[in-house]
């Protein structure tokens, strides 16, 4: 081992230094932050292949299961039920996705190392934002994975491969707003069970209280009221439109709206209640 | 606190005229901090936690992967600059973490309890390296529970006691306070401990420092002549001796004297070394 004796540098002058420090964070630095923070959750990703586990099995399963349990019921057979169901797994697996973000994030938040993040002279949202950046990894796996399944089981969608990509990429960008809601759910929450436990509360009634598999028709009415003002079934009914007859309806503006006020409120509440935890 | 760990509740603290509370984005440029559990990335290798810090610190990539090798050089790492941390024993990830610390060259580091749980050499070259910190003009504040490691490092040391300061001074200012020497005696018979304490208490008007299994007394002395009355006295007391030392008093003592108690537990001595 060699000597730990540190370097005959040039010596260090305090005053020179205040002088030299920055006021604050620009903008450029924070996005150079978070994506140096995506580049460690990627890496962890890689190191740690089970986080892929649900992102590669929730899709080819709950597609293969929903299919043949639902299908007859609801459609009379199993192909003509996958244009209506496909697009509803799509937005059951991209919330599931985005439901890991919190659980992760409150444990990453009990290691040693988030300690140094604080004490760094970082802007403080990165390290909630750069697991969310390399997050849209995961979404793309599971968003690719429903629809290959679905093809496999027959399924061929109207709106061709431009249809298909583009409620694809609605499905993310919907599943990376909510994560703001589990992020903030994480940054709350005493222990990862505690996040994974809140947020199953809060995917549930959101995901099967939707249209995503069964007709809102069928349901009594004050049911249809919730279901038809939940964001998941705005993102639904946008991505059979766009899948299904390559169709941009205005439920993929009111979607869009959906995701753009989860992260208003929740970003900052999320930045707001990690910077408490100091 | 002063780290911006946590949020100042009362009063107001300046790091080199900077106000804590107002600016921590600026201190946390001035300050680095190397806590009691090593605060590095466990799914990253030494290099890559590096270089994330200094990425994150705003230090361009070429610079960056060269102080990477610089530290890791530094710190007897390069072996094992490719491994997991997971794979790492105590004394490497302190040592990563202590590195980490440095990146940036700050001018003030926090150390808490740095060599708690090393080995002594590991501990030996820790010390070597806050001394070529501090040679190279960083002020350490450095928190222990050796006070013997407080005394070969610091320049200043503050004892706190349940979360109060109860002394501050150079380790001799301290030591001076207790008493100039301390007369160290081990007793032939433990059970003649109460006898001489009682002895004690009557030549020199105060209570020695005690540890009865062994019949060890300590006794504080103001002038190393009073040392020859004890023994005097504890001779016509008939207390039989069999071994007698004179010394300078270590910072142990002071630290019983300070907080009079026999334990210290819980307690942490702050110790600041300055250039």
Redesign the interface.
């Known amino acids: 081992?060699?000597?730990?004796?540190?370097?005959?540098?040039e010596?260090?002058?305090?005053?020179d230094?205040?002088a030299a420090?920055?006021?604050?964070?620009s903008i450029g630095?924070t996005l150079?932050?978070t994506l140096?923070?995506a580049?460690?959750a990627l890496?962890?990703m890689r190191?740690?292949p089970e986080q892929f586990f649900d992102v590669a099995l929730q899709p080819i399963l709950f597609t293969a299961m929903f299919a043949f349990i639902f299908g007859g019921a609801i459609a009379g057979d199993v192909e003509s039920y996958l244009p209506q169901m496909i697009p509803g797994i799509l937005a059951q697996t991209v919330l599931t996705t985005c439901m890991a973000t919190g659980t992760q994030l409150r444990e990453d938040m009990e290691?040693?190392?988030?300690?140094?993040?604080?004490?760094?002279?970082?802007a403080r949202i990165?390290p909630l934002a750069g697991p969310m950046v390399a997050d849209l990894l995961r979404y793309t796996i599971a968003a690719t994975l429903t629809f290959t399944m679905g093809l496999v089981l027959g399924y061929r969608p109207g709106g061709g491969a431009g249809g298909v990509l583009a409620a694809i990429l609605l499905a993310i960008f919907t599943g990376w707003s909510l994560a703001w809601v589990f992020t903030w759910v994480g940054t709350i929450a005493r222990s990862a069970q505690a996040v994974q436990g809140i947020s199953m509360m809060i995917l549930f009634p959101l995901t099967f209280l939707s249209n995503a598999f069964v007709p809102v028709e069928t349901l009594p009415d004050w049911l249809a009221a919730f279901v038809r003002i939940n964001p998941v079934s705005h993102l639904v009914t946008a991505a059979r439109d766009l899948a299904n007859s390559a169709l941009v309806s205005g439920e993929v503006a009111w979607t869009l709206l959906a995701c753009l006020t989860v992260i208003a409120i929740f970003a900052p509440l999320s930045v707001r209640s990690y910077k408490?935890h100091? | 606190m002063l780290?911006?760990?946590?949020?100042i509740d009362a009063g107001r603290a300046e790091i080199?005229?900077?106000d804590v509370a107002g600016?921590p984005?600026?201190i946390?440029?001035?300050?680095?901090?190397t806590?009691q559990?090593?605060?590095?990335?466990?799914?990253?290798t030494a290099r890559?936690n590096l270089w994330?810090?200094s990425?994150?610190?705003?230090i361009a990539a070429p610079r960056a992967r060269r102080i990477a090798t610089?530290l890791l050089?530094?710190?007897?790492l390069e072996e094992a600059a490719g491994k997991?941390i997971a794979q790492f024993s105590g004394g490497m990830r302190r040592?990563l973490d202590l590195a980490?610390s440095?990146i940036t060259?700050?001018?003030?580091i926090f150390l808490d309890e740095p060599t708690t749980g090393l080995d002594p050499r590991t501990r030996g070259?820790?010390w070597?390296?806050i001394?070529?910190?501090v040679?190279?003009?960083?002020?350490v504040l450095l928190t222990t529970q050796y006070l013997d490691e407080a005394d070969q490092l610091a320049d200043r040391v503050a004892v706190i006691d349940h979360g109060r300061k109860v002394a501050e001074g150079t380790p001799d200012e301290l030591k001076t306070a207790v008493g100039n020497s301390a007369l160290q005696l081990l007793l032939a018979d433990p059970g003649d401990a109460p006898a001489a304490v009682e002895v004690v208490r009557r030549v020199l008007g105060s209570d020695p420092i005690v540890s009865p299994e062994r019949g060890r007394l300590n006794v504080a002395l103001d002038q190393a002549d009073l040392a020859a009355d004890v023994l005097i006295a504890l001779r016509t007391a008939g207390v039989s001796i069999s071994s007698v030392s004179v010394a300078k008093p270590s910072l142990d003592e002071v630290f019983l004297a300070l907080t009079g108690r026999e334990t210290g537990r819980d307690d942490e001595t702050g110790t600041e070394e300055n250039r």
């Not at chain 1, 290691?111 to 970082?122: A, E």
């Not at chain 2, 780290?3 to 949020?7: D, E, G, I, P, V």
């Not at chain 2, 990425?55 to 705003?58: I, V």
Request: charged share 25%; aromatic share 6%.
């Open positions: 081992m060699s000597t730990m004796i540190a370097p005959a540098r010596a260090v002058r305090a005053a230094r205040v420090a920055r006021q604050r964070v630095e150079g932050q140096m923070m580049w460690r890496k962890k190191r740690n290691k040693g190392v988030f300690d140094r993040f604080k004490s760094l002279p970082i990165a408490r100091m | 780290a911006t760990l946590l949020k080199f005229g900077v600016n984005h600026v946390r440029q001035l300050v680095g901090v806590g559990y090593a605060s590095v990335d466990e799914n990253l890559e994330l810090f990425r994150l610190q705003g610089e050089g530094q710190f007897g997991p040592r980490a440095l060259r700050p001018p003030l070259q820790m070597d390296t001394r070529g910190l040679a190279n003009g960083c002020t």
